[in-house]
């Protein structure tokens, strides 16, 4: 009987504790909280429960919380990867699948049915990698089909079992030469296969049934995806380089005013950056392509992200990679050729939560809003400056991943005569 009075008091303490370790207290810093309440210094924000509980120079602690003393630091939202393939890729020569590609797959005629919240793996040691970088969420989706679409992405959380917080949240269209590639060979074939996939669509009520003949351009699996993209219901991520092509997604965006549009590339936006703004077509991009790697970016300008932010688009830094743990570093050049510092963080945070649909859940601190929270040693456009810390869900997550543990492991192998200096166990 004594042993079970023991071993429920020993539960009940270590409860206790687990219960306090969500309590956390972050005090003394330089907090950007991407809401009105804007930068606040000398600031405290608690979490309870995994949700952000107050945030404020003026917030007193609770007893039983657990404090981050940060003075000194900064401190974000958890990052937003804009557009990613986590979770679908691990090195993508390897010998195996790579979820971030599809080829010839009956179920679609289109690649607008793909869905890769089926695909996505919670342990690839790219989340990891990303995350102790500051990268709490991310939207993920495949890099390359041979058909017209990409396929259907989701937004993930990079916490603990990379939990999806909005399936089929986008689908992802190029334009561009490439998917000009992949229909027929040219623009002239590209436009005109888009525009009868979604009048078909369009013209139905709802997909055929399988007791219905159907031998229409889409599969039946296809027109919902597109009846979604229609209706506003599911954004289009449009892909495009060149001016002359982002201006053809101008004029898609005037017959079909209810599609939620998404600019992705845009290496030559700048060059109609008014009229992205009055169409309201927000831009996710890689804002470092300087010298044009192709004949569809002769345009490319370091200074891209600052005049579009300076036309009143809304820009997001990040796009269609694995290595989204770089994207501090591109918002930074964008932030060092003109898109002021505040712009720079919000193209990392607010921007990209606000483009995909999640910013009532992250993007921004504010009570109440999911407490994905890194700590900086200093200001994160600095290549200098990494993340201390970072909570997601207010759980504060352990900042190791296989990158660290090689370092530790070999980081001593050699000594300075480039001899071994000692064999590290693994």
């Known amino acids: 009987m004594r042993k079970l009075i023991i071993a429920a008091a020993l539960a009940s303490a270590g409860f206790a504790q687990s219960a306090l370790a969500q309590n956390i207290a972050i005090t003394g810093a330089k907090i950007y909280t991407q809401t009105e309440q804007g930068v606040i210094e000398n600031g405290t924000l608690l979490i309870r429960d995994g949700n952000i509980e107050s945030i404020g120079n003026d917030v007193n602690v609770p007893d039983g919380y657990r404090k981050y003393d940060a003075s000194g630091k900064?401190?974000?939202p958890g990052l937003v990867g804009a557009m990613t393939s986590l979770g679908l890729v691990e090195v993508e020569s390897w010998a195996g699948v790579v979820?971030?590609?599809?080829?010839d797959a009956s179920v679609s005629h289109s690649g607008a049915a793909f869905d890769v919240s089926y695909a996505i793996n919670p342990d690839s040691t790219v989340i990891d990698v990303s995350r102790i970088e500051g990268v709490t969420s991310a939207a993920t989706t495949i890099s390359y089909t041979?058909?017209?679409?990409q396929g259907q992405g989701s937004v993930i959380s990079l916490g603990k079992g990379a939990e999806i917080?909005?399936?089929?949240a986008f689908t992802v269209l190029d334009v561009g030469g490439n998917g000009a590639e992949h229909s027929g060979g040219s623009r002239a074939a590209l436009w005109v296969t888009l525009e009868k996939l979604f009048d078909e669509a369009s013209g139905l009520s709802e997909a055929p049934g399988l007791d219905t003949v159907w031998e229409g351009l889409n599969t039946r699996a296809d027109i919902e995806a597109l009846q979604r993209i229609l209706s506003g219901d599911?954004?289009?991520?449009m892909e495009a380089e060149r001016k002359s092509d982002i201006l053809q997604i101008l004029a898609f965006k005037k017959r079909h005013p209810e599609v939620n549009i998404i600019l992705m590339d845009a290496a030559e936006a700048w060059r109609v950056a008014d009229e992205l703004a009055e169409a309201d077509i927000p831009v996710i991009m890689n804002p470092e392509m300087n010298l044009p790697d192709s004949f569809e970016a002769i345009g490319a300008s370091i200074e891209n992200a600052a005049r579009l932010a300076k036309a009143g688009v809304k820009v997001?830094?990040?796009m269609e990679t694995h290595n989204i743990r770089l994207a501090t570093q591109h918002a930074g050049n964008a932030v060092a050729n003109g898109l002021t510092h505040e712009q720079g963080i919000a193209s990392l945070t607010s921007n990209p939560a606000s483009i995909l649909g999640v910013s009532d859940r992250v993007g921004s601190l504010a009570?109440?809003?999911?407490a994905d929270v890194v700590i900086w040693s200093g200001d994160p456009?600095?290549?200098t400056e990494y993340a201390e810390q970072v909570f997601i869900k207010g759980e504060p997550i352990d900042m190791d991943s296989r990158q660290t543990e090689l370092r530790d492991r070999y980081q001593n192998f050699y000594g300075q005569d480039g001899k071994t200096s000692q064999y590290i166990q693994p």
Do not use: N
């Open 316 to 318: 997001a830094v990040g």
């Open 234 to 237: 599911m954004p289009l991520v």
């Open 146 to 149: 041979d058909y017209l679409f």
């Open 99 to 103: 979820d971030a590609s599809v080829g």
């Open 381 to 383: 456009l600095e290549v």
């Open 367 to 370: 009570a109440g809003k999911q």
């Open 165 to 168: 917080i909005k399936p089929r």
């Open 74 to 76: 900064v401190v974000t």
